[in-house]
């Protein structure tokens, strides 16, 4: 199975800069790595995807090494409605099945 | 936005109660799945539609099932309803061609 691996929480001051890491070093060619966020038990929002190269949306920008083994989400001024589950997701290859793990709590704090 | 609905929203039943929690798109996906989730866990497939007709069992086994009879709706069904099954369910779609999955806002159950 294609798996992911987050640091099960952080905290990050309002205003600055929230980074979340992720390690999918089984991750094949082909496969992208989707980025959302559940906040309290609503149902999770996509924020954001890429194959290869840096992305950039209103929400935050993604990161992924050359390797594709890791990427960073960045939200870029945190707030407090940004405090919420953040899942690095990849699909488990050639099914349809996206694997969620448990991802990271981020706490911003005031 | 996503226009993705799932009702009701929280339901409070007793055992032996056969369910069905409602999930309906208003955007003409083909691909609709059903998630369970219990709090401050990971989400698990339990159910997954291609198209019209068309359901699979994900990885967690469930008791229940489900039907997709029209494109836009994908009900799940539990038919004799028991403490265990005290979760979150949720419902996405996403359309073919894209892996970006969009969520409802989840069905709370809880079984006495």
């Known amino acids: 199975d294609a798996k992911t691996t987050q640091p099960p929480s952080m905290d990050c001051a309002e205003g600055r800069a929230a980074n979340l890491p992720c390690n999918h070093s089984?991750?094949?060619?082909?496969?992208?790595v989707y980025w959302y966020r559940q906040i309290h038990s609503q149902g999770p929002q996509y924020i954001i995807h890429?194959?290869?190269n840096n992305e950039t949306n209103e929400m935050a920008s993604l990161i992924i090494t050359e390797d594709r083994k890791s990427s960073t989400l960045i939200l870029p001024h945190a707030t407090l409605r940004d405090t919420a589950v953040y899942y690095c997701i990849v699909k488990d290859p050639g099914t349809y099945k996206y694997i969620f793990g448990t991802g990271t709590r981020l706490k911003v704090l005031a | 936005e996503a226009d993705i609905y799932q009702t009701p929203r929280y339901l409070v039943i007793g055992t032996g109660k056969k369910i069905t929690l409602e999930c309906s798109q208003t955007?003409?996906?083909?691909?609709m799945y059903w998630y369970q989730q219990d709090p401050g866990m990971e989400l698990h497939l339990i159910h997954y539609s291609y198209g019209v007709n068309s359901t699979e069992k994900g990885d967690l086994s469930s008791e229940s099932t489900v039907s997709r009879i029209r494109t836009e709706h994908f009900p799940l069904t539990l038919e004799s309803a028991r403490p265990s099954h005290t979760s979150q369910y949720l419902c996405a779609s996403r359309p073919t061609g894209t892996d970006t999955q969009y969520f409802g806002p989840g069905t709370r159950l809880t079984v006495l």
């Open positions: 955007m003409g996906h083909d691909k």
């Open positions: 890429g194959l290869k």
């Open positions: 089984t991750i094949s060619g082909n496969e992208y």
